[in-house]
């Protein structure tokens, strides 16, 4: 059996991601517009769209503090459980996909959605503008 990603209409199956440890994020560059990055933070997967909404930065390339993935170009940071932006240059959120764990392997939902972290309302993709 093939270890490349399985995918459905809205949801790929990326594999057993049960060797990623809790502080430790991978990319997956093939998925998404700009690709996906998986995060795991205190044992649950997050996964977000890999591209800093500032400049165009692959946030796969930086560091994760706690809950926040630090983009390596300028320093924003972004809470990777909702894609929450945490600081300038940034100023926008990134979008994330949600993500499930299963005996199987790990799926994750190819739409990206945008969560309002104020009253955790998700507003959709199509709703963000730049
Ligand atoms: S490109 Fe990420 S903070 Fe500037």
């Known amino acids: 059996m093939s270890n490349a990603p399985q995918a459905d209409s809205d949801s790929v199956n990326i594999g057993d991601l049960s060797d990623l440890r809790d502080g430790q994020l991978r990319s997956f560059a093939e998925l998404g517009a700009h690709g996906i990055v998986v995060c795991r933070v205190d ?3 997050h996964a977000l769209v890999d591209n800093c909404s500032h400049a165009d930065t692959p946030l ?3 560091r994760l503090r706690g809950p926040v993935l630090v983009c390596p170009l300028h ?3 972004f809470d990777v459980r909702d894609g929450s932006v945490q600081g300038p240059p940034a100023f926008e959120d990134v979008a ?3 993500i499930t764990e299963t005996v199987d392997g790990a799926v994750v ?3 990206p959605r945008m969560v309002d972290a104020d009253d955790g309302v998700d507003i959709g993709a199509r709703l963000r503008t730049r």
């Open 75 to 77: 320093g924003s940071g």
């Open 60 to 62: 796969s390339s930086g």
């Open 43 to 45: 044992g649950q997967l």
């Open 96 to 98: 994330i996909h949600a």
């Open 109 to 111: 939902d190819l739409t």
